[in-house]
Structures are given as structure tokens and as C-alpha cells.
């Protein structure tokens, strides 16, 4: 069992920064991927950034330049730096990860419980 920890969210101004953490414990031999999705009010869930193993990371159009995302493989723990936020970044935020317990098992992927991020003056 792999357990998600997300912290970070909360109300913040429009032009604000938030920081979320996502902590991973438990079955884990490696990460590949680690990645932060989000869904909005009457939307689907659609992919914010993501980051591999090896440090390459990919974005949403609608935040690049805004938004970065990192890792610390010593902690399994992802980061999502926010700055010059808006409105429409109003959302649950999930992180994702793409993993394996031992070295010869399946690639499982296993979410969080999700963080409200809300971008209101």
C-alpha cells in the first residue's frame, strides 16, 4: 500500500503564489513519474505538470511559465511552486504517481485525496 500526502492549498488573491507538497510512503521501491492533475468546477480532470524520475518535466499550456514543479527522490515528495495564479486555476488539485513496490512488479499508478486551491479576491 502507497499512501499520498497533499498539502498546501487554501484561498489565495489573484497574482498570489501557493506551494502544494505531496508526500508518498509506504510499498515503494521507485517513482517514475510524479505528477499533478486538477479539476475544476463542472470540468474533467485534466493534467497541470509532471515530472520524471530524471527531472524532465511537461506542462499545461495554460500554465507554463507560471507554474513549476519538482521532486525530491530522497523524500518521494513533489512540489507544485504556483505564482501569478487566476481565477480559473480554481480547482481540486490531485497528485499522481507511477510506480513500482518491487523491481519485478507492475507499473501501478496511485492518487491523492486531492487539495483545494481557490483563486478569489
Known amino acids: 500500500q502507497v499512501q499520498l500526502v497533499e498539502s498546501g492549498g487554501g484561498l489565495v488573491q489573484p497574482g498570489g503564489s501557493l506551494r502544494l507538497s505531496c508526500a508518498a510512503s509506504?510499498?515503494?521501491?521507485?517513482?517514475?513519474?510524479m505528477g499533478w492533475y486538477r479539476q475544476g468546477p463542472g470540468n474533467k480532470r485534466e493534467l497541470v505538470a509532471a515530472?520524471?524520475?530524471?527531472?524532465?518535466?511537461n506542462y499545461a499550456d495554460s500554465v507554463k511559465g507560471r507554474f513549476t514543479i519538482s521532486r525530491d527522490n530522497a523524500k518521494n515528495t513533489s512540489y507544485l511552486q504556483m505564482n501569478t495564479l487566476k481565477p480559473e486555476d480554481t480547482a481540486v488539485y490531485y497528485c499522481?504517481?507511477?510506480?513500482?513496490?518491487?523491481?519485478?512488479?507492475?507499473?501501478?499508478?496511485?492518487w491523492g485525496q486531492g487539495t483545494q486551491v481557490t483563486v478569489s479576491s
Open positions: 499522481r504517481i507511477t510506480y513500482r513496490s518491487d523491481p519485478m512488479g507492475a507499473t501501478i499508478i496511485s
Open positions: 509506504g510499498s515503494i521501491f521507485s517513482i517514475y513519474v
Open positions: 515530472i520524471t524520475s530524471g527531472g524532465s518535466t
